[in-house]
Each structure stands twice: as structure tokens, then as C-alpha cells.
């Protein structure tokens, strides 16, 4: 079996830094993808929010370069949550990201900040020893 999933879009809202009770980090994004297609003779747009979980040091990352309005591109798998609220079965699908790419600098959404803007690590991930 295969399960990989790559998308690029814009934060919706701040990350949300948390921590497990053994002191893993874990960072949650939701991102807005659009597609646009041709539907008879005129464009149209769809726009898809996904929920996507980010461990570790590269959580940490996110949540200190990314903010609403950030461009990011996240590769990773689907999953999906199964829980139980007010005696009904719920579940939801979300992404855990192996890999985010910051696609623009910190406090622009357009990836066109000043130059003096702190930049993330290029290409850091949690699979990497260093």
C-alpha cells in the first residue's frame, strides 16, 4: 500500500504549539488549497481546508516561522482520527507531515518580506541526526 500526500497553500490561522505529556512537540496547521478547473465556459475555484499535524523539532519550526497567511508546502500521509464526543462516533481525516517547506518569510503572506526577516533552516527535517 501507498499512502502520500503532497500540498501546497496558505495558513488559515496561526500554528498551535502543544506538547505530549512526555514532552514530544507537536504543532497543528490548517491549510486552504485551491484548485482551479474550467467548467463550461467560465473558471472556477474550489478551496479544500486540511488539517496538518507537524511532530517534533519541525513542529517547534512551524510554529516559530510559520503564521496565518504563510505559504508552505507539506508532504506526508493521510490519516484518519476516530474519537467519541456526547455518546456519538466522530472521525476526521488530517495530514502527518514528514516534511514542511516554508514557502514565504515569517510575517508575510506573500513571500516577500523585508530583507532583514529571519529566515527557517533550509531543508531541516526530523529525519535528519543533526
Known amino acids: 500500500m501507498y499512502n502520500r500526500i503532497i ?3 496558505n495558513l488559515t490561522k496561526d500554528p ?3 506538547y505530549t505529556p512526555q514532552g514530544t512537540p507537536v504543532c497543528s496547521i490548517r491549510l486552504a488549497c485551491t484548485t482551479k478547473y474550467k467548467s463550461a465556459d467560465s473558471m472556477k475555484e474550489e478551496t479544500l481546508f486540511i488539517d496538518v499535524v507537524v511532530w517534533g523539532k519541525q513542529g517547534e519550526s512551524c510554529s516559530q516561522y510559520l503564521s ?3 505559504s508552505a508546502l507539506v508532504e506526508g500521509r493521510l490519516q484518519e482520527r476516530r474519537w ?5 462516533q466522530r472521525s476526521k481525516f488530517e495530514v502527518v507531515a514528514q ?8 510575517g508575510t503572506g506573500e513571500g516577500q518580506g523585508a530583507p532583514d526577516t529571519e529566515m527557517p533552516p533550509e531543508g531541516t527535517t526530523d ?4
Open 127 to 130: 529525519l535528519e541526526p543533526f
Open 68 to 70: 496565518k497567511g504563510s
Open 7 to 9: 500540498l501546497i497553500g
Open 84 to 88: 467519541e464526543s456526547d455518546g456519538q
Open 16 to 18: 498551535e504549539l502543544r
Open 99 to 106: 516534511t514542511v517547506r516554508f514557502l514565504s518569510r515569517k
